[in-house]
């Protein structure tokens, strides 16, 4: 995502070009999907109305937001206690992962995704470009943006330019019990600082990012300051860091990241995930071995008589419609929706989640070709016939459980996504154990309705957390120390 020296990189490109000029026309996507996801507020129409004839009186950064007022306001004001002024209209663009804000000559062809375009009065045609559709466009005052939730009602101070003092960062610091990365990110108390700077200063500073705020000494808090401060500026000057596909106004990669301390790469948490990964698949190949000879076959016997004697007519079907959601229909369309929603623009990352439930699926029928292990039978099965069965038909042979794959893959990739990614908001964590309680129960119903032995869910279990933990280190190829930099 474009942090704080990407937008301003870009602010400063498009200054020159925009400031005083007039739009003559005005054009979005014809796709209505997408026209909601990128015009925030207003309406599509009221957007399109509101900018035409306008002119553009200066071109501004507030955060990670580029902000620029119109001929009915005087160019905004940016203080350090993260107020706007509150009349006149502005146009405010947020560039989300992938959105690029550029000036084009007309007769050019508009490259692919690309979903606004306004044709100036010299001549040139701003336009808007975002493969993931994450951005968003916004029209109006401050005070109708706010109460819309179209731009945050509080944005911290500016960390660069001078409007963030030593005193103010350390009376900023002292005052939230929180990690310090996670301070960093929170654009209530620094606006602008992303993963990326965010991992620097950290870096920089010589302090560890889950490290408390308020057990920072002085000395570290002094450091950090600095350290924000310097990796900041040094990414301005080198205009911003091209990790991914960030370009500036004029399409040119920024270099940033030749120099960063820390490189986005293969890093040592998926090196250990994959690790750990590898760990679960060969516990449970040697689970696969054990069942093959024989070895669980007492426990699986008590294991079933024993939560079957415990049951009843309610606990039937409560369990019956709760193993649907191991089912391979219902998992496709989890992981599908998680595709969809986060990686859209993205192929490979979109369709990630369903593949590997499809992998985990096609892993089950092997097993069950393999490894000789009889399935419960008729005489043990408790799944209410009333229900629809889903696909789910008990087979000669048992291990692994699919339903307990799927369910680990699928929900264990929602825990992630909540947990890492905040994927429901800034307390999403709190679905966790929801998420584990999930995972226990579809593999406890497996076993109570006689689908599965008790070993049948272990191999489940263990084969999906393998390909889980092969998944996220994927998604995690984060940033890890670039050996060939020395400090200053």
């Not at 019990?177 to 606006?191: G, Y």
């Not at 500026?233 to 860091?241: D, F, L, V, W």
């Amino acid at each position: 995502m474009p942090e704080l020296p990407e937008v301003e990189t870009i602010v400063r490109d498009l200054r020159p070009q925009l400031v005083g000029r007039r739009i003559e026309s005005v054009q979005l996507t014809r796709d209505p999907a997408i026209r909601a996801r990128l015009v925030r507020f207003p309406s599509p129409a009221h957007f399109l109305r509101r900018l035409r004839g306008r002119t553009i009186k200066s071109v501004e950064r507030r955060g990670k937001y580029i902000v620029m007022p119109l001929d009915a306001a005087a160019a905004g004001t940016f203080p350090a206690n993260g107020t706007l002024e509150a009349s006149g209209e502005r146009v405010i663009v947020h560039l989300g992962m992938t959105g690029h804000l550029r000036v084009w000559e007309p007769e050019e062809t508009p490259v692919k995704h690309t979903h606004f375009r306004a044709l100036l009065d010299s001549g040139l045609e701003l336009r808007y470009d975002d493969p993931r559709q994450f951005g968003r466009l916004v029209i109006g005052s401050l005070d109708e943006l706010i109460a819309a939730r179209a731009f945050p009602a509080r944005l911290g101070p500016e960390p660069i330019h001078g409007d963030l003092t030593e005193a103010d960062f350390e009376t900023l610091v002292k005052s939230r019990r929180r990690p310090v990365k996670s301070a960093l990110l929170d654009q209530s108390f620094l606006a602008g600082v992303g993963n990326i700077y965010a991992d620097e200063a950290c870096f920089r500073a010589g302090i560890r990012p889950s490290r408390w705020t308020h057990g920072l000494t002085l000395r570290e808090r002094r450091a950090l300051y600095r350290a924000i401060q310097t990796v900041l500026e040094n990414s301005i000057a080198a205009r911003g860091s091209s990790i991914i596909n960030y370009v500036d106004a004029f399409g040119v990669r920024g270099s940033n990241q030749v120099s960063a301390l820390i490189r986005l790469r293969w890093p040592l948490l998926s090196r250990r995930l994959l690790i750990t990964a590898g760990v679960f698949f060969a516990a449970f190949v040697v689970v696969a071995l054990f069942v093959d000879f024989g070895a669980f076959a007492r426990m699986n016997m008590r294991m079933t008589n024993y939560l079957q004697n415990r049951g009843s007519t309610g606990q039937n079907i409560g369990l019956g419609i709760f193993a649907y959601l191991g089912s391979i229909e219902v998992t496709l369309v989890i992981a599908a929706l998680l595709g969809a929603a986060l990686f859209r623009g993205l192929r490979l990352l979109a369709v990630l989640p369903v593949a590997f439930i499809l992998s985990g699926s096609v892993l089950e029928i092997l097993g069950k070709q393999v490894i000789v292990s009889a399935a419960p039978g008729n005489a043990f099965q408790r799944f209410p016939d009333f229900l629809p069965s889903l696909g789910h038909n008990v087979g000669r042979y048992s291990f692994p459980s699919g339903h307990v794959v799927r369910a680990t893959i699928a929900y264990g990739l929602v825990l992630y996504l909540a947990e890492r990614w905040e994927l429901f908001g800034r307390d999403s964590s709190r679905l966790s154990p929801v998420l584990v309680l999930v995972i226990f129960f579809v593999g406890y119903g497996v076993v109570y309705l006689g689908w599965h032995w008790l070993s049948d869910a272990l191999g489940g279990l263990l084969l999906g957390l393998a390909l889980l933990f092969a998944l996220i280190a994927y998604l995690e190829r984060k940033r890890t120390v670039n050996p060939g930099h020395q400090l200053d």
